[in-house]
């Protein structure tokens, strides 16, 4: 079946030559990085993880989404996503692989990752992080393949895999969950140090990961003759409306919390973000472009007339609130937590460009192996409508 | 089976290839250590540690950094400080005449020294 | 269907509840897991130390002696570049090692003092707790936070956990500027550098109290700046000196208990 992935286009053919060009350069920075050290980043004492650990917490966002397919389909029979399901799954693997290369990449001694298995230390939140998201993989691997080979040889899928299924429910909540503990458990950090950190998390994952769906399912459209369908594509943007509403709702809370109280320590890092601390302002525009984004697409979710079926202006809204929720999670939150540092310094961060060419290698590793997978799965459903 | 001459061939050449090491030339000769000045005997016999020294300083570093035990009793009772660069190193002076010696001929390459300073280094 | 449901939410619940209140709580004690494993004794094993520091800023000490004679024996990188900079001990102003404790109307003395910094060895410390591998962990028999260089995995976790800005990374190869003997420093042949990509921090001179001395930096000291001492012994010089003496620690809101007292 993974053969069909060599089949395609010339278009298809050129992506992925494009796809393979970028993971080349970002090797290359990687080399560069691995024989000098971390120090090729701007990463520094007082910012200690920068873009490579927050694309990697953003990411594990886009993964849990899958359960948004998973949970109506499986546990409530909502026929509809039967179509689209495994492009939720697979969706959900190319994100997770991202998710572990980018932790790799982050390691100053990378050859030494396997202590966290030699040395398990069920205290430490990043074991369990690499328990949940590995074991997130292996069940969207299986889950997703099994569901496809019994739609090539149509037949229903075994009855085995749905265990696995079911399981692979909770799994997603708990993948954004522990990892919204690496940053909620830590004492000296006054926003990270909030007890709505995940569902803050999920809620930003269920906008942003289903987002990007239906912006792949439009694309798909394009390219292919597999449609996901009005209806499927009409649900998915309600799911997108609530979660991006709940989302913005849980951040005005954290706002409220740390302005009314005017705790110092609870105000300083949003003081940081949308307006700048002690002369340092970097994210404020950052911050302000996510916000009119995010804000701008809910409105357009809530109040444009028929935006569901035009096609150019949803996929716009779902882009925005994409980047805007990027901004949000990918940037200002691991960010702005280490501003200002536990020795009240504002030390400001500005990602090196190897460091960049590395987080846009691994991005393309991640779409290269997307691409990949929905080719599969696009041939198959292609093949079975004529 | 098609080009059954030309495919044997190769397999003949490719097996004699790879195993040349062991049938082909001389084993290039065992090297000669430099030996300390003063002691004639290390802490433990000099079979033990030319088989075991990995281990025991993989050991010794556990013991020393996790443990917190500093002291190693060898087999003839002597006690002596767990430690590469203030035990061994004070006897067995130069680390290109001792262990790069050995490490290349075996060719391992042991990241001690990475971190640990030889003696000479600073000369 | 073989589960529908409603059969799957009662199992999803009933395991939660299992989870919540038998073996999952137990996890969430810090250190107990650790404790079990073979080699380590349980924290709170009966006669077991905790040694602590008391600094007495009131006192006249050449403070820069204490940083040097620490950074000269641990062969602790002098990095020009504040980003990539490697302390074990330094000296900071007062609202930087006591935030939120500072006032506007303070002192001339306390706005000009310089406070001496270094790892609080915390009796329940947060960068225990959050590493992965137990590349930093507490020795049971004296509560010294250790780090195990051997087995550091870089990922910086620890940093993120300390409340304190106690802990450095290598961010680039250290030894080059050991081994070139910048600023007229000699190397420590004694002790070992580092390699890059491992985090580092004060030790409590770990290596010195296993003989029995005292730390570098108390040696250092002159005139009774720094008093290094047992804090779960009521005999010892720095509990009798605790016991007449008003000190504060950094950030106790924290909940890590820190071994390092100040007087200010």
Known sequence: MIERALTGSSRYYGWMTLLGGLIGLGVISYAYQYNTGLGITGMSRDVSWGLYISQF????????????????????????????????????????????????????????????????????????????????????????????????????????????????????????????????????????????MAPRFLASAFAGGPALLIILCLIVKRVSKFDAGKEAISKLTTIVTYAALLNIFFVLLEVFTAFYSNI??????????????????????????????????????????????????????CGALFISLWIDKGLGLVLGGFVPSPMEAVTEYHPSAPEILITIGIWSIGFFILSALYRVAISIKEEKMV | ?????????????????????????????????????????????????????????????????????RKYTAV????????????????????????????????VSPFCWTCHVPPKETT | MAIDRRDFLKVAGLTTVIGLTGGGLELLRPGDLDASAPGHEPAAAPGAKQ??????????????????????????????????????????????????????????VMKARQFMVLCNHCAEPACVRVCPTKAT????????????????????????????????????????????????????????????????????????VDEGKQPACVEATRNGGLVFGDLNDPHSEIRQLLRVKSTIRRKPEVGTNPSIFYVV
Not at chain 1, 73 to 85: A, D, E, P
Not at chain 1, 281 to 307: D, E, H, K, N, R
Not at chain 2, 31 to 46: A, D, G, R, S, T
Not at chain 3, 162 to 188: H, V
Request: charged fraction near 20%.
């Open chain 1, 57 to 196: 917490t953003f990411l594990v966002g886009v993964a849990a989404s899958a359960v948004m397919l998973v949970l109506p389909y499986y546990l409530h029979n909502y026929k509809t996503f039967g179509k689209i399901v495994v492009l939720g799954e697979f969706l959900a693997i190319a994100s997770v692989t991202m998710c572990l290369l980018f932790i790799l990449a982050d390691l100053g001694k990378p050859m030494r990752a396997l202590n966290v298995i030699l040395h398990p230390t069920p205290n430490s939140i990043l074991f369990w992080d690499m328990v949940v998201l590995n074991g997130y993989l292996f069940l969207n691997v299986l889950c997703g393949w099994v569901a496809l080979l019994s739609e090539k040889k149509e037949v229903p899928p075994p009855k085995w895999i749905k265990p696995f299924i079911y399981l692979s429910i909770p799994w997603a909540v708990s993948i954004h969950t522990v990892t919204a503990f690496l940053y909620a458990g830590l004492p000296g950090r006054h926003f990270w140090l909030t007890a709505i």
């Open chain 1, 264 to 317: 110092p320590g609870h105000m300083h890092t949003l003081q940081y973000l949308f307006a700048g601390l002690h002369g340092h302002a970097q994210l404020v525009p950052w911050m302000w472009t996510s916000t009119i984004l995010g804000v701008g697409a809910i409105l357009a979710l809530l109040t444009v007339p028929g935006l569901r079926e035009k096609e150019g202006l949803l996929a716009l809204t």
């Open chain 2, 1 to 69: 089976m098609y080009n059954t001459g030309k495919v044997l061939t190769g397999l003949v050449l490719f097996v004699g290839f790879i195993t040349y090491p062991f049938w082909g030339g001389e084993a290039s000769p065992v090297p000669k250590l430099q030996k300390p000045e003063k002691e004639k005997q290390c802490i433990e016999p000099v079979a033990f540690m030319r088989a075991q020294h990995m281990q025991m300083l993989d050991d010794w570093r556990n013991d020393v950094v996790r443990q917190a035990t």
């Open chain 2, 76 to 107: 003839d009772g002597k006690q002596h400080n767990m430690s590469l660069q203030n035990t061994c190193m004070k006897c067995h002076t130069s680390k290109k005449e001792f262990c790069d010696k050995c490490h290349t001929y075996a060719g």
């Open chain 3, 51 to 108: 040694w602590g520091m008391l600094v007495d800023m009131s006192r006249k000490e050449n403070w820069q002696a204490c940083i040097e004679a620490c950074h000269n024996l641990h062969n602790v990188p002098s990095i020009d570049d504040k980003k990539e900079e490697i302390k074990w001990i330094w000296q900071a102003p007062f609202q930087e090692v006591f935030p939120g404790s500072e006032s506007a109307y303070m002192s001339d």
């Open chain 3, 137 to 208: 962990f507490k020795r049971p028999e004296d509560g010294i936070v250790m780090m195990d260089m051997h087995r550091c995995i870089g990922c910086r976790f620890c940093m993120a956990g300390c409340p304190y800005g106690a802990r450095s990374f290598n961010w680039r190869e250290p030894r080059l500027d050991a081994l070139t003997l910048k600023g007229g420093r000699k190397i420590n042949l004694e002790y070992p550098t580092r390699e890059r990509g491992v985090v580092e921090k004060c030790t409590f001179c770990a290596e010195r």
